[in-house]
């Protein structure tokens, strides 16, 4: 788990999905993975469940961008001018990782995990 410098002030602080557990807030802690079968015991991947987003192509950049737009007209009350997104189930969460996102605090004078979900492996280092 490493981190990397924190995001320019006007920016806000989200991670980038091709690299769990990398965000570092400017000043504070950075996200963390722990092993499932750590975090959960050698049968934990069986709790977890997810959706993956279908790829355009061989990338998820495309499929993202038009998951983007797709929404973006939604919530204009227009007729999207790209695909409805697809998705598949996770096949196996086994050889996973429990990624935990921390970020400031209500009262802004901390911080805490504000959510966390499973990894499949291929997301997982």
Do not use: C
Not at 4 to 12: I, L, N, Q, S, V
Not at 83 to 106: A, H, I, K, Q, W
């Amino acid at each position: 788990m490493g981190a990397r410098d924190g995001p320019a002030e006007d920016e806000p602080d989200v991670p980038d999905p091709d690299k769990p557990g990398e965000l570092a807030l400017a000043d504070g802690p950075a996200d963390r993975t722990v092993p499932i079968e750590e975090l959960l015991g050698a049968e934990g991947h069986h709790y977890s469940t997810g959706w993956q987003l279908e790829a355009i192509g061989d990338t998820t950049e495309t499929a993202r961008e038009n998951r983007a737009s797709w929404l973006r007209a939604r919530v204009e009350d227009r007729e999207p001018d790209v695909p409805e997104p697809s998705v598949r189930p996770v096949p196996t969460f086994e050889g996973g990782d429990m990624l935990f996102v921390v970020g400031r605090n209500r009262a802004q004078d901390g911080y805490e995990i504000v959510t966390m979900y499973p990894l499949p492996p291929r997301l997982s280092r």
